[in-house]
């Protein structure tokens, strides 16, 4: 093994030692030390995460076997990680930006009793080590538990506050939905271990290239397989249609939707589709069922988020958005993008959501853009910092965003030129909603009660300090992937990935990219003048027609919950009035009312008269000598 | 004279005493048809006895006298009849002690 | 001679415990230090796994009828052996200090269950088998009617004709079967030897099909099973579901099975119909309960409809997840229960409707809670995932048309049973504190113990399953030889 | 052939006893060591070992079989006087005739049992029958036991009188009555022999109580003083079923294409009306009547099936069926009434009581580990060697009879008495019906011990 990776073990298993003290300890440990370690030890697997994202960047990588999770006869399932390009990429990500979610937290939470408050850390750290066991995992099952590990802690999570039971509630419909996406993961998993024997990545990519269209792996087990394995990320990436499930889990403290929606949970889809990416190849059908999936998300979610009102639930549908976009890139080829607008979005996301947890720390927790206003006097460096979230992610250069985007856009414009009309506008429509989020929630006049006002004030520096450092990643973390048309062999992160994902070399002259940027570059900053100018003041707009549409997110949870829900629950309810027991049960009690009515009826043969006696034993006889000495002759 | 006369009256006299249960309601006369039963199951017998005496006389099978436990299962039949005219005569007795009837038609505390 | 034992300490202690008169807590004791004997000779029996002499008996017995008293522990024995000592052991420690009416009775009765239990667990002839499967039945119906709830006396009677019934055609089975044999023996090697035809398996199929079918419960021969678990006595439900219930399934493994593998091939499609039916039903009938005991009994309908469709996936991934689920079926249904008989007896309700808010005050029991009803639904590291991972892989597989049918279908049980135990947590732990729990729900020692046990089986196997597989790896090996479909027809 | 002279014998000594011994204790502790010798000497004959050398003229055959159920019905009216001799005294003053009728009809038994000629039969069946109709009546003012005698008699001289034109008919074909099988062809389809062998089938299935010629063992049981009841319903019935099978299995052999489908006719049609009738009795005693009906059923099978396993399965269940049936009659003698409800909560305050009755009922359902099971084994086991769907119909009625069974369980254990008075036992009393229960245990346990005299 790998000298510099002998210590990977210790990635997940400090968070999980931080679980176990933060868990068991909870009633003993003071504020200060729960913060301490579960910060801590996030800290720790960051720096080994460095370590070992160096020794890959000297080009190593390996799969590292611990034991046999299951070893059966024709089936083998260690439980190994595989540290290479995409894992230790990921690694830095959660780890680095759960570290800062971490200490934001320590500050964020501190109104909290010290029980609950070491229970959150226990779960932020349950959190990370999930994540970190998806990512590491060398095969599909530990895949596959840190999957359904993140989906457990996010549950844990959403419904941190137990008292309210809409956070519950909010709680268990995400569980639910993202069971919906296990399912369909859990089949794919079987389907391959039936057909290839083995859920190791690397057995079954080798079995399939080598297979691929014989009898042995068809084409159709690769378009089910594929397919399978993309419902399951959409379930955990919120795609459509098992998205709603992530609006819904603001419910949650804000550094937890930071964490579900830029480091953990939401880009595991990404990271499994990316994973798989030699399967996807062999699966152009299934490429393009991905790609306008995701265009269609993200179109819908930006339409929503047109409307939304409360500040993190416009940041919510922006993720989903942004995620639509990871797709589009995904469906058409160009993994790399996607991981690339992956971390970058890691970045501002994160960025904007503890912005978005600091605004709502100093409003004491009011999150309807529609009293706020004018904070950027007060919250100077929430504002600053939020404002560059913003253009990061409106995709202005020369900003992170702006580079994963306009590598997605490019990937879309190869790929389908239509997908690449819908999805520029989508990008506008981005930079619109961020806009309008930033006007009117740090500029025109202050909408809330006096003693918001009074009570106004910058966040402390435990909240503050993650916010520069995350504002100045979102400048500059575009800069390892810049493109050949800017800077001669710049696309750093390209050669790194190329090796897991596959170099994208795409033919297009520097003319069409140059056109491309432009494009997009100008209708940014046109849409952004345009919020400027409609919400520079607020006016509250009863919303008409289409927008009343959006406002409503297209009334899907209320279709959902027509077709799906009530139905279910209806059924249920039949079943349990008539079919039980009017139906199965009266059978079987039918039965034994026979035996005692049967019962009940034959005693009368028994009359008490002897004549009745000697003349039934008559019949008896008669017919007995009769049968027998006329018939069975 | 042919067997089969003393067959058919034996099942005739069988067949009356069976309806003669059937029919009467006064235990006495129920008793006697049983009686009647008996008897014709002794005539019966005592036929076929003499059937195979002289079926073994005229296939001339030297049996110490053929046919003869015909009509000694007669006698039994009577002592057994007789000792159950008593036993049955002193239970009828008891009853009609009891109910003053020897109307069997009044004997349904027993049934269902 | 350890597999006499394992049925002789229960059976002793029954008997003597029948005849004891004395003071509650010495019985409560005595069982449990019982049930610790029998745990540790399990314990021994597990390294005698080299030696078969040791894990055998046989003796004359009913000779004139060509029966024996041949007791053998194979890999199915094992894992069944372990988890009845265990389930004992945990239950008995749970019930330390309990008071009950009549203790001795009551612990006699729960040990006589225990010796007929084992005995089909380890039997290797077929009338033996009958005996200890009909053993097994009647100290339960005698718990539950005597200790059970104000429906009993019908709802326990119901329980007992009902398997009664199923039980008798199995008896008419075996008997045609005895009679076939060559040496008109009852022992299975003799019973295996016979060459059926098709059309005699499958009668014979069904004869034992319906026994084992009411005993599980499969679909829709399930409607004692609700009544009977709402209406027994907490300690002696935990014991039906946990352990009875694995009664059905040793019959499905080692009888229905190998003696019968082309009827159990050509009639699979129908059973599995039933049984992935019976997942989704119970499963929609558990959203709809309010009692939490019924909804807990509802619960594991699904889960036996699963892993009787793993029994007839007829693929050895099935058969060994289906092994392994055994035990961890067993281990997690009986803290559900454990926990279901705390919450009632602390609250006095079993009510989801008056149930709430209980996660305010006592976070221990809710944690317990959680982790058993999370391994319940087969998270991952928990216990039961392993073994459902492996039933779905196996079902799969299964050597049918409609093999992506009964997966996809079963599989939604997985949804379904999120959707149920999640509204569980939420109506009992959730929200603001309700009136039946004001305050605080203390965990007596023993209680925490026994509970602290089982979480502890659960993580365990969950992250290190290999002991389980490693047990029953042999056993399904041989199962699959026996009903390996395609070399069968290869064969005739 | 030593038990029938001595117990003819020690009938008449009784009759005589209640001239000189006033003592009732001292008579019946006589009419014990009267039994207790008859059984010495059965068990002695079966070992050969014969009291008298009398030339019966092969009227008579005590082979093994015979011999081994005589010893198992003379065990049961052991077990019978110990457990119900003071509830014969309760019936009436003549203590010391009952004993002695009890003897002759013992006599009578050993008779049926080991008859081997037509003529013994008969004579067996009415030495049995006439005590057994002055027993009936023996409680003189109780109108129920008058009506009973008189039904009783009036069918039972009935079926008498079918018996004989059987025999009649019989003799007219073959000129004996020899009851050994026939190899004369002529004789074997003759129309007289068929008759006869129709009506000899519907006289014994009278005798045994089989249905449709049932109808007088309900009224009959249920008017009989219980104690009678009981001895009838048991050891009668079960010497009266060795006959009937000896019967159609020796001297009937090769007709057994013609008679075997009427048989099982006559075990559905029994095992019906006997289940279902008692499932909705209210009087457990009633309850029992039919129920006997049922059982008698099951040991039909024994008839229906000709072979080794039928034979056997009757011994056991002859054993098994007499034991636990005079167990339940004798804890009845000590109801006040016979209502189920008078068994409520018996098991809290009589735990033995209570513990062996349920292994009695136990026993009759034919529930694993109890005699009754095994026997019932046997019978299914004969007569699936021929048809499965009997088979099937028998184990559907056992299912049934655990309905009717199990009420008395449940009003034992799991109901509470109601009502204040509860019966009291002696304790010397439950201790011997322990003693019983635990034998019918062994029997489905061990049964070798009862089948194992049939091959030492």
């Known amino acids: ?622 017919v007995v000598l009769l049968v027998q000495f006329f018939i069975r002759k | 004279m042919p067997i089969n006369y003393y067959l058919f009256l034996a099942i005739a006299l069988f067949s009356i005493g069976v309806v003669g249960v059937l029919t009467r309601r006064n235990a006495i006369i129920i008793f006697m048809c049983i009686e009647l039963m008996l008897n014709a199951v002794n005539l019966l017998l005592v036929a076929f006895s003499k059937m195979h005496y002289n079926q073994a006389a005229a296939a001339a099978i030297p049996i110490a006298n053929p046919g003869i436990d015909g009509q000694l299962f007669v006698f039994f039949i009577m002592v057994v009849a007789a000792a159950e005219v008593s036993v049955g005569l002193a239970i009828i007795v008891m009853l009609y002690r009891n109910i003053h009837s020897v109307d069997i038609n009044f004997l349904n505390r027993l049934k269902h | 001679m350890v597999v006499l034992l394992l049925l002789l300490i229960p059976l002793i202690g029954a008997c003597f415990l029948f005849l004891y008169k004395g003071d509650h807590r010495f019985v409560a004791a005595a069982a449990l230090r019982l049930s610790i004997v029998s745990l540790l000779v399990m314990g021994a029996s597990l390294f005698y796994w080299n030696t078969p002499e040791m894990l055998s008996f046989t003796a004359p017995w009913l000779t004139t009828l060509g029966s024996s008293l041949s007791l053998r522990m194979d890999g199915l024995g094992t894992i069944l052996s372990l988890l009845t000592t265990t389930a004992y052991f945990i239950l008995f420690w749970y019930l330390k200090g309990r008071t009950i009416e009549r203790p001795a009775a009551f612990f006699a009765w729960l040990l006589l269950a225990q010796v007929g239990m084992l005995g089909v667990f380890l039997a290797m002839d077929s009338l033996l ?118 009664m059905g399934i040793l019959g499905l493994l080692r009888w229905l099975l190998p003696l019968f593998p082309i009827a159990s091939y050509m009639w699979g499609d129908v059973v599995m119909s039933l049984a992935v039916a019976g997942i989704v039903y119970a499963s929609f009938l558990a959203m709809q309960q309010v009692d939490l005991k019924r909804l807990i009994a509802y619960s594991s309908i699904a889960h036996i409809g699963l892993i009787a469709a793993g029994a007839f996936a007829l693929n050895q991934m099935a058969y060994q997840g289906l092994l392994i689920q055994l035990f961890t079926h067993g281990i997690n249904i009986l803290g559900m229960w454990v926990l279901a008989d705390i919450i009632e007896r602390k609250t006095g309700t079993r009510s989801l409707d008056s149930l709430g808010g209980i996660a305010q005050h006592s976070p221990t029991l809710t944690i317990f809670f959680v982790i058993i009803a999370l391994a319940n639904i087969a998270l991952p590291l928990t216990n039961a995932f392993v073994g459902e991972f492996l039933l779905f892989n196996g079902i799969l597989a299964t050597p049918s048309n409609y093999y992506w049918v009964f997966a996809v279908v079963g599989g939604l049980g997985i949804i379904f049973a999120a959707v149920y135990t999640l509204r569980m947590i939420r109506a009992i732990f959730y929200g603001q504190p309700s009136a039946t729990s004001p305050a605080p729900i203390s965990l007596a020692t023993h209680e925490v113990g026994a509970l602290v046990v089982i979480v502890g089986l659960i993580l365990f196997f969950g992250i290190y399953p290999q002991p389980l597989i490693d047990m029953t790896a042999a056993f399904s090996k041989e199962l699959f030889d026996q009903t390996d479909i395609t070399s069968l027809f290869r064969k005739s | 052939m030593n038990a029938l002279l001595v117990s003819a014998i020690l009938g008449v000594l009784l009759m005589l006893s209640s001239v000189f011994i006033k003592n009732r204790s001292y008579i019946h502790a006589l009419a014990l060591a009267g039994l207790a010798t008859l059984f010495a000497l059965n068990l002695a004959e079966l070992n050969g070992w014969l009291l008298f050398e009398i030339d019966v003229k092969g009227m008579l055959r005590f082979d093994r079989y015979a011999l081994v159920m005589n010893a198992i019905m003379l065990a049961s009216l052991f077990f019978y006087l110990l457990l119900s001799g003071n509830a014969m005294e309760k019936v009436g003053p003549h203590y010391a005739d009952y004993l002695a009728l009890l003897f002759f009809i013992c006599a009578g038994l050993f008779m049926v049992t080991g008859y081997a000629s037509l003529l013994i039969l008969f004579l067996g069946i009415e030495v049995i029958s006439i005590p057994l109709y002055i027993l009936t009546g023996s409680d003189k003012r109780n109108l129920k036991s008058n009506e009973a005698a008189l039904k009783y008699f009036l069918l039972g001289s009935f079926s008498t009188g079918l018996l004989l034109l059987g025999i009649a008919f019989f003799y007219g074909a073959r000129g004996n009555f020899t009851a050994t099988v026939s190899v004369d062809p002529t004789v074997v389809g003759s129309s007289l022999q068929l008759a006869g062998l129709l009506l000899l089938l519907f006289a014994m299935s009278f005798k045994v109580s089989v249905a449709p010629f049932h109808f007088w063992t309900p009224d009959v049981y249920d008017g009989a003083p219980t104690v009678f009841t009981s001895f009838m319903a048991t050891i009668v019935k079960v010497a009266l079923f060795a006959a009937f099978v000896r019967l159609f299995e020796d001297t009937f052999s090769l007709q057994f294409s013609i008679w075997q489908p009427w048989v099982a006719g006559f075990v559905v049609i029994t095992l019906l009306i006997g289940n279902l009738t008692a499932v909705f009795q209210q009087s457990v005693k009633r309850m029992l009547a039919y129920s006997s009906i049922a059982q008698a059923g099951f040991m039909l099978l024994a008839v229906y099936a000709i072979n080794g396993d039928s034979k056997e399965g009757l011994l056991l269940y002859a054993a098994s069926y007499s034991l636990a049936t005079i167990g339940i009659f004798a804890v009845l003698t000590y109801m006040q009434d016979y209502a189920f409800e008078g068994f409520n909560g018996l098991a809290k305050k009589q735990p033995l009581v209570a513990a062996s009755l349920a292994i009695f009922f136990l026993s009759l359902a034919g529930i694993p580990l109890t005699g009754g099971f095994l026997a019932k084994l046997f019978m299914i086991k004969a007569a699936l060697a021929y048809q499965l769907w009997l088979a099937i119909v028998a184990v559907i009625m056992a299912v049934i009879s655990v309905f009717y069974y199990f009420r008395v369980i449940q009003a034992m254990y799991f109901r509470d008495n109601t009502q204040s008075i509860s019966p009291e036992f002696p304790k010397a009393f439950s201790i011997l019906l322990l003693i019983t229960a635990l034998i019918v245990v062994l029997l489905g346990i061990l049964p070798e011990a009862i089948l194992g005299l049939l091959y030492f």
Request: a positive charge; hydrophobic letters at 55%; glycine letters at 8%.
């Open chain 1, 1 to 622: 093994m790998q000298s510099s990776f002998q210590l990977a073990f210790l990635i997940p298993l400090l968070p999980l030692i931080g679980f176990l003290i933060n868990g068991l300890g909870r009633n003993w440990l003071s504020k200060q030390w729960s913060g301490l370690i579960g910060a801590g030890t996030i800290l720790g697997s960051f720096l080994i995460s460095l370590f070992i994202f160096q020794a890959v960047k000297a080009g190593q990588g390996e799969v590292i076997s611990y034991f046999d999770f299951i070893r059966m006869e024709g089936l083998r399932i260690p439980f190994a990680f595989q540290i290479d390009a995409l894992s230790s990429l990921f690694l830095l990500i959660i780890t680095g930006i759960g570290f800062l979610i971490h200490v934001y937290s320590i500050s964020y939470m501190h109104e909290e009793s010290s029980t609950s408050f070491a229970r959150y850390f226990s779960y932020l750290n349950l959190f990370v080590f999930s994540m970190l066991l998806l990512v590491l995992g060398s095969n599909y099952v530990v895949l596959f538990i840190g999957w359904e590990g993140v989906g457990l802690c996010s549950y844990l999570l959403i419904g941190f506050w137990i008292k309210n039971q809409q956070y519950t509630k909010a709680a268990n419909k995400a569980f639910i939905m993202n069971r919906i996406g296990d399912l369909a993961f859990l089949l794919a998993i079987f389907w391959l271990i039936i057909k290839t024997g083995s859920a190791s990545f690397q057995e079954v990519f080798d079995f399939i290239q080598a297979n691929q269209g014989t009898s042995k792996f068809s084409v159709t087990d690769i378009t089910i397989v594929t397919l399978l394995l993309f419902i399951g990320a959409t379930g955990k990436s919120a795609q459509l249609p098992l998205y709603t499930w992530l609006p819904d889990a603001m419910a949650g403290p804000t550094p937890v939707s930071a964490l579900i929606h830029a480091a953990t949970m939401v880009t595991a889809g990404i990271y499994m589709i990316a994973r798989s990416n030699i399967i996807y190849s062999l699966a152009p059908l299934t490429l393009s069922i991905i790609s306008w999936i995701g265009l269609a998300t993200a179109f819908l979610a930006a339409t929503i988020a047109l409307r939304q009102y409360d500040i993190k639930k416009v940041l919510a549908y922006s993720t989903v958005s942004q995620l639509g976009f990871m797709f589009l890139a995904l469906g058409s080829g160009a993994y790399i993008a996607a991981v690339f607008h992956v971390l970058t979005h890691a970045f501002f996301k994160a960025l904007l959501f503890l912005g978005s947890g600091s605004v709502i720390h100093a409003m004491g927790g009011e999150q309807d853009i529609r009293k706020m206003g004018g904070l950027s006097g007060k919250l100077k460096i929430t504002y600053a910092t939020f404002l560059i979230g913003c253009l990061a992610i409106a995709g202005l250069p020369p900003l992170s965003g702006f580079f994963s985007k306009d590598a997605i856009l490019l990937s879309a414009f190869l790929h389908q030129p239509l997908q690449y009309g819908i999805a520029l506008f989508t990008a506008f429509l981005t930079a619109f909603y961020m806009f309008r989020l930033l006007f009117l929630t740090f500029h025109g006049s202050f909408r809330g009660t006096p003693e918001q006002q009074a009570h106004l004030h910058e966040s402390p520096a435990l909240m503050t300090i993650p916010l520069v450092i995350l504002a100045i990643l979102s400048v500059a973390g575009g800069w390892i992937g810049i493109p050949a048309v800017l800077l001669q062999d710049a696309d750093w992160l390209g050669n790194f990935l190329a090796p897991v994902l596959g170099s994208t070399t795409h033919e297009v002259s520097h003319a069409t990219e140059w056109l491309l940027m432009s494009l997009s570059v100008g209708g940014v900053l046109l849409t952004i003048g345009f919020a400027w100018f409609l919400f520079r003041h607020y006016r509250a707009t009863e919303s008409r027609g289409i927008l009343r549409f959006f406002e409503n997110k297209w009334y899907v949870d209320q279709l959902y919950d027509r077709v799906i829900v009530q139905p279910i629950f209806y059924l249920g309810r039949i079943l349990k009035e008539w079919v039980e027991p009017r139906i199965i049960d009266a059978l079987v009690n039918g039965v034994g009312k026979t035996v005692q009515l049967a019962g009940r009826q034959i005693r009368f043969l028994q009359s008490g008269q002897i004549g009745s006696y000697v003349l039934l034993m008559v019949m008896a006889m008669v």
């Open chain 3, 129 to 246: 088998f009958y005996f200890f499967w009909e053993l097994a039945l009647i100290p339960m119906y005698f718990l539950a009617s005597q200790w059970g709830g104000a429906r009993r006396i019908p709802v326990t009677f119901k329980f007992f004709i009902y398997t009664f019934l199923g039980s008798v055609f199995m008896l008419i089975g075996i008997l045609y079967l005895q009679s076939k044999t060559a040496d008109h023996s009852f022992a299975i090697e003799s019973i295996r030897r016979i060459r059926l035809t098709n059309e005699q398996q499958s009668w014979l199929f069904w004869l034992f099909f319906i026994a084992f079918a009411i005993k599980l419960p499969v679909f829709p021969f399930h409607t004692w099973q609700p009544d009977t678990y709402e209406e027994s006595p907490t300690p002696v439900t935990s014991i039906l579901s946990a352990v009875m219930v694995k």
